[in-house]
């Protein structure tokens, strides 16, 4: 097997064995289906259960992708309001840095009080916690160019805007799809969290309902669907990357 055959196949072997340990694990110890069930128990109750797993995850997949939509639109803008001035960046940061610190489990309720039980809420939740590393990213990428570029830059004659949009904005656009790939699975931890809440949709609420009545397997089907859909978003993410930032990994091995 080639080098590059061995590196496309390394995620399946690694996600195959690890269900496979997992399964040899469940039958020599004897462990009960309801403290941690066989990967083979948790694909039969997928089956089993493919029309409500099909339906909520498509709800979580909704409001999460709304929400990180909304949070790729304004952490971009702001990281870029931020990263273009040293004051707003000096300023505004410690801010950012207190909201982030805020457990978003608690924020939940208050958004249930503001606007229901239901769709808003989970793309509200979504959208807070995919939001800072967007704007942290974007913001570095920007406030990190080198004085002496800007210097010879201002010596051409160039404005502020035209640093800005000619070496910043594309300077900063590894720093902002690197934040996409971390934002869109925090993404679906925000939108879960809001289902168990405040939602009688979705794979969080599904989840709740299983756990309620001791549906372990259940549990961990919509667990597996998350982390599916997150594999998914995550490489959507880094095809665009690829092709709109592969400049920034040329001769890197990582790339290829």
Not at 120 to 135: E, L, M, R
Request: glycine share 8%; hydrophobic share 55%; with cysteine.
């Amino acid at each position: 097997m080639s080098e590059k055959a061995l590196i496309r196949a390394m995620p399946w072997l690694v996600t195959i064995g690890f269900f496979l340990l997992w399964e040899v694990l469940c039958v020599l110890t004897g462990v009960q289906a309801f403290i941690l069930p066989r990967p083979s128990l948790v694909f039969v109750t997928m089956v089993k259960f493919a029309p409500q797993i099909l339906h909520h995850s498509l709800w979580t997949l909704y409001t999460t992708t709304a929400g990180f939509a909304i949070g790729v639109v304004a952490g971009a803008l702001l990281g870029i309001f931020i990263g273009a001035s040293r004051l707003t960046y000096v300023g505004l940061y410690p801010v950012l840095i207190g909201f982030n610190s805020i457990p978003k489990v608690a924020v939940v309720p208050v958004l249930v009080i503001w606007f229901g039980i239901g769709t808003i809420p989970a793309i509200i939740t979504a959208f807070i916690i995919s939001f800072f590393p967007i704007v942290v990213n974007v913001a570095t990428g920007l406030a990190t160019i080198e004085p002496e570029l800007r210097d010879v830059l201002r010596s051409l004659g160039a404005t502020k805007t035209e640093i800005l949009m000619k070496v910043g904005l594309p300077r900063a656009m590894p720093y902002l799809f690197a934040s996409l790939k971390i934002a869109i699975t925090l993404a679906f931890v925000g939108s879960v969290i809001s289902e168990t809440v405040a939602s009688n949709e979705g794979i969080g609420y599904l989840m709740l309902s299983a756990s309620s009545s001791y549906n372990v397997p259940l549990v961990f089907a919509g667990l597996i669907v998350v982390a599916v859909m997150g594999v998914l978003m995550y490489a959507v993410a880094v095809w665009f990357e690829r092709r709109m930032t592969g400049w920034a990994f040329r001769g890197s091995d990582l790339m290829g």
